[in-house]
């Protein structure tokens, strides 16, 4: 199972990022796969804050059209959406004896670690290198233009 980034969101509906059809195309064939894949609330959140966030975001979406393209996604078969369970607290005592510098910003990405983990999630789909700081994740990246998954 992968996570999806918030990341890979973004560039697949923005069409004048350079990214945008390599995240389209990764986005497609993780969802079409029939295999399971995951998000979580957070990471849906983030993409509605910088989707519609005109000093952010290129060309802003509206609210309506932002939440459209994600709720398709949420909707699709295969999804899991991830949330706290009864051990959370326990897995976040133990992802931060592992990832002890985690401040500021860094903890919305250790919040969505620790879910992978609560989860047994251990590869994420994005562009942030803020993840390779978990040591319980592999970080998959866009394909290079040859079409080669780029590894960390």
Known sequence: MI???TNIFLYAVNGDDPRSSTARRALESIINSGGPWALSWSI???FLRVATHPRVFPAPLDAERAWAFIAEIIHHPGGLMLTETVVHEETVDRCIQEAPRMHGNLLHDFHIAVLMREHGIKRVLTENRDFLMFPW???QRLPDKQGKPLNN
Do not use: A, G, N
Request: net charge negative; aromatic share 12%; glycine share 0%.
């Open 137 to 139: 994740i592999e970080v």
């Open 44 to 46: 849906v959140y983030e």
């Open 3 to 5: 996570l999806i980034d």
